[in-house]
Structures are given as C-alpha cells and as structure tokens.
C-alpha cells in the first residue's frame, strides 16, 4: 500500500493511545547508535533496519534476546541490558519529541479527549527519556511501562495486553465507559502495530523512514483498521473527529 494512502474511518474517537519510542520522541535512532556502539565492542554490527524492525516494540528482555542470537554475542540477556543501559545513559538528553507529536498531544488535551502513554520501555528507561521533557508528558492521562505489574509477564507487544491496562485506566480515572473500537492507537513499530489490531483499535501506523521497504505487506496487516502516516504532522484529525 503506498504509504499516503488513506483509509476511510466509520466510528467514533473518544481516545487515543500512544506508544513512545520513535513514534513521538526519537529514541530509535539513539537506540541504533547506542547499540552499534555495543556491537562494534564486539567486532559486530553495524544494526541494519531488516533486523531492526523485528526489536521494535518488544519488551526489553526479549529484544535483547534477539540481539544476541542474530549477531552471536557472549552475553546474557541480564548483561546485555546492564551494557545497554551503562551506554543508553549518556544519550537520553538527546531525546526530543518527533514532528508533530508535542502539537498532536497538545491538541487532544485541549479538545479534552482522554489520551495514554503505553511504553514497552520499563519505568527507569521512561523516566530518563522524559525528565527534561514534561511539558509533553505531563499532559497524559494514563501512562504504562512495560514493566506494569498488571502486564502478565510475556504478554508484552504483540499482545494487547498494554493497550488493554492503558484504556483500563482511562476508563477509571474519568468513569467512562470508552471500548477498544473507540480509540485511536498510534504506533511506529509493527509489534506494536499487531498489539493495536488485537485490541480492537484503529491504529495510526508511522514507521520509521528506514522501515518502509522493510514492512511488508500492510494492506494484508492493517485489513482495513488502520492506515500509515509519515508523520504525525500528517493526521487529518476532522476525518476521526479530533
């Protein structure tokens, strides 16, 4: 499907949940640069998007795992991750909100439409990435980490899970009684994209520019409930009543 195609939208929005990491902050080019850093240690690398698009999304255990297959590291999951966050930590005052993504949630918040952060980055990574950018985060309704004891563990993105505790939440702090087919879900990466459908949401796709070739069939993917963006600059939002 080329990506400007639009799809036409038959429900009413009354939320929309987001996803954090290369969506609204870019996070998934310091994750690359971080992580060549690691490989090149190693004599590996570099991070190439065919490998890539499999990591987004994914709690970080099981990113990490797959890290380590593909490029035959000697390490475990547990001090890949130390390495990860010792190198991580010097780039979080790098994070920045992508285009469009601080006016989007600005916008929401002023047509008071309930809206949720719902992260596969734990507490910890979340709140380095965000501290210096609260003007933004602050103005979520809900937010959930992947790390969320009402996550079951292994029932991160792909599953719907996170979504479900988001709108969960939503739902509780206001008394309302928003459903899954009421909301708008945002993403980058396509187990996030996956995890979207599963819930019962339409989701707004933006991947990164150095995914596309790599995505796949979305027409099949996306079956009518949801379509892609380049940006968060492009969302119509009077097509979904926002």
């Known amino acids: 499907m080329p990506i400007d195609d639009v799809l036409t939208l038959d429900r009413k929005i009354r939320a929309c949940l987001f996803d954090m990491d290369g969506l609204l902050i870019n996070t998934e080019d310091i994750y690359t640069a971080t992580l060549n850093e690691i490989l090149a240690h190693h004599g590996k690398g570099p991070l190439t998007w065919d490998v890539k698009i499999h990591l987004q999304g994914l709690p970080g255990p099981v990113a990490a795992e797959k890290v380590i297959k593909t490029y035959d590291l000697p390490l475990t999951w547990e001090e890949y991750e130390r390495l990860n966050v010792e190198v991580q930590s010097n780039k979080w005052g790098d994070c920045a909100f992508l285009p469009g993504a601080l006016e989007l949630i600005k916008h929401l918040k002023s047509k008071n439409i309930p809206i949720a952060l ?104 996306l079956n009518g409930n949801g379509e892609i963006l380049k940006s968060l600059e492009d969302l119509e939002k009077s097509k979904y009543g926002l």
Do not use: M
């Open 118 to 221: 719902c992260t596969s980055s734990g507490k910890y990574k979340f709140e380095n990435k965000t501290k210096h950018l609260q003007h933004g985060f602050e103005l979520f309704d809900a937010v959930v980490t992947g790390d969320d004891k009402r996550i079951p563990e292994g029932r991160g993105k792909p599953f719907p899970d996170i979504w479900q505790v988001g709108l969960k939440q939503l739902n509780e702090a206001d008394g309302t009684d928003i459903k899954p087919e009421d909301c708008l879900v945002f993403e980058d990466g396509i187990p996030g994209v996956k995890a979207g459908l599963a819930f019962g949401a339409y989701v707004i796709w933006v991947p990164h520019p150095g995914a596309v070739e790599y995505l796949g069939d979305t027409v099949q993917l």
